[in-house]
T-cell receptor, first 113, second 115 residues
Framework: EAQVTQNPRYLITVTGKKLTVTCSQN?????MSWYRQDPGLGLRQIYYSMNVEVTDKGDVPEGYKVSRKEKRNFPLILESPSPNQTSLYFC????????????FGPGTRLTVT | AQKVTQAQTEISVVEKEDVTLDCVYETRDTTYYLFWYKQPPSGELVFLIRRNSFDEQNEISGRYSWNFQKSTSSFNFTITASQVVDSAVYFC????????????FGKGITLSVRP
């Protein structure tokens, strides 16, 4: 089944404890992206990747890192999480750039205390 | 700058009613893409439709239909004979041709369909 998977689905952590949210897609998509969803602010892009080893910042990259060592994986790293990073995170992928539909993972609900 | 406005925040209808969700967008690009996504209570984002700026044909898929009008910069979504399972948050989104296929989302419309 073609899908985008994320792990963990739920995570409660404490300020400053490094964490990684994994994202994997099995559709051989070139483009991958991370969004966060917050009440009143909607969905905002954090980082994106056009292909292996090519990543760039989205609208709200502060406090996050990403890597794209393999085409299928695009982990989101929070080196020192803070409470303002409490959010619902979505990974997305699409076949290519420029207007192809993006398929989203199930979401990761992160709480930082 | 791109912007998507979904002026309706919450809509409540009774099952079998028709409902239209409005979406107005702003962009300076001549080539762009419009999308609708559904977010049911379970939280995932489900792709519904994609339209490019050169294709103004309306589309129908079962009970769903979409009306794209460049003259008014609108891409409205109609659900005919709504069902309880249609209850969700619906997002309209916009992207353009460029290095980043970022989706610019509207704030979403919460649709509640009552039995």
């Amino acid at each position: 089944e073609a899908q985008v998977t994320q792990n963990p689905r739920y995570l409660i952590t404490v300020t400053g404890k490094k964490l990684t949210v994994t994202c994997s897609q099995n559709m051989n998509h070139e483009y991958m992206s991370w969004y966060r969803q917050d009440p009143g602010l909607g969905l905002r892009q954090i980082y994106y990747s056009m292909n292996v080893e090519v990543t760039d910042k989205g609208d709200v990259p502060e406090g996050y890192k990403v890597s794209r060592k393999e085409k299928r994986n695009f982990p989101l790293i929070l080196e020192s999480p803070s409470p303002n990073q409490t959010s619902l995170y979505f990974c997305a992928s699409s076949l290519y750039l420029a207007g192809y539909e993006q398929y989203f993972g199930p979401g990761t609900r992160l709480t930082v205390t | 700058a791109q912007k998507v406005t979904q002026a309706q925040t919450e809509i409540s209808v009774v099952e079998k009613e028709d409902v239209t969700l409005d979406c107005v967008y702003e962009t300076r690009d001549t080539t762009y893409y419009l999308f609708w996504y559904k977010q049911p209570p379970s939280g995932e984002l489900v792709f519904l439709i994609r339209r490019n700026s050169f294709d103004e044909q309306n589309e129908i898929s079962g009970r769903y239909s979409w009306n794209f009008q460049k003259s008014t910069s609108s891409f409205n979504f109609t659900i005919t004979a709504s069902q309880v399972v249609d209850s969700a948050v619906y997002f309209c989104a916009l992207s353009y041709t460029g290095a980043n296929s970022k989706l610019t989302f509207g704030k979403g419309i919460t649709l509640s369909v009552r039995p």
